[in-house]
């Protein structure tokens, strides 16, 4: 049968990179007492006042069809948010989506096509490549140098640019390095863009999420604002991914224009998550900063676990859930590395390859398992480290990617 070439430009991106974890998944399921460091799901839970809010909602007869741009309240919501950053919002800057993912698919399928090329830095988010490539774009990277914690640099930036490239898609925090950018690093950046005429498309999913830093966001400089987007959601900052709710804010103009779009594809979202979103967003809640003190912790945690070894170099995140250790020392890849890892000592890690070359002697550890299991884990991977060093020639494989 014959299908558009979305479905061949999507084919392969899900599988290779998220091998190991898979894998780990399968070992899990036979019985193999795996302990899971993949995926980043936060380990708190929703807010139970959340959840009742959610069911007095459904209860209350809020089940009926929405609209495209959003309920009325999560609207007004988000409105308060965001005009605490900026005055000048108000709900034509609004658009509601099923997540940050959602957000994000609509939003490069509203600024970009076939020929038009989009900026992101490597390493970048793993579902960023097929949003790009979904819309027919290419993805234009720029690389992310671990000699400067994976902050993008301004003349890397600048080298990168093609005359095709129309957006900068940047994530702050970021995964899977937890580099959160400064305010002058984002004036730098900025003004290129400006010089370009480049949209930014900015994920801040992790905003609440920063361990000391202040946030920083093109978002908030007037000089950027008609050609910022953000995108986010309540998934991190109320643990709550399962409800998938996110939204967009930018230009109104670009709004208006996604509107038909959002329609198109939702026909609206669900009015009892947004009542549950609305409440999250106006009323203080806990959770994010009970993450905020978990996931330091436990980088510090694996900080002080890695110390002793000269083999693993851990970098301490500014922000997020994960945490990236360099494991080049050992003599293998991250990805090499994360193989031998899951089956010498069954721990499950994500090869920074998964991410981007700029981290493929990395692996990724997410934070979200509690503290001893965490610092098990690190303990495995230095046994593991040492014993690589120790036996100085290259291994054998018994199970690759
Ligand atoms: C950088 C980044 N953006 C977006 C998402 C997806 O967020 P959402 O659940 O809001 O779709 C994630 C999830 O891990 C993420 O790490």
Redesign the pocket.
Known sequence: MRYASITDRLEHLGSGKWAVHLEARRMAAAGAPIIELTI?EPDVPTDPALLAECARSMHAGRTRYSNGRGEPGVVAALVAKYARRRPDIDEHNILCFP??????FAVMLGLVESGDGVLVGDPL?A?YEGVIASTGAHMIPVPLRPEKDFHMQAEDLEKAITPNARVLLL?TP??PTGAVLSRDEIARLGEICRRHDLWIVC?E??EELIFDKPFASPFDSPELAERTIV???I??SHAA?GF?S?WAVGPAEFCDKLLPVSETMLFGGQPFIADMTEMAISQPFQTAAIMRQKYRTRAELVCKTLAGSNLLQPLMPEGGMFIVIDVSATGLSGDAFAWDLLKDEQVAVMPGASFGEQAADYVRVSLTVDDALLVTAMERMVALAGRIAAEGAPRPRSLSA
């Open positions: 980043g997540g940050t993912q959602t957000a994000l988010y579902t994530n970021h995964n994920d999913v992790y995108v986010s959601s998934s991190k991914p998938r996110g």
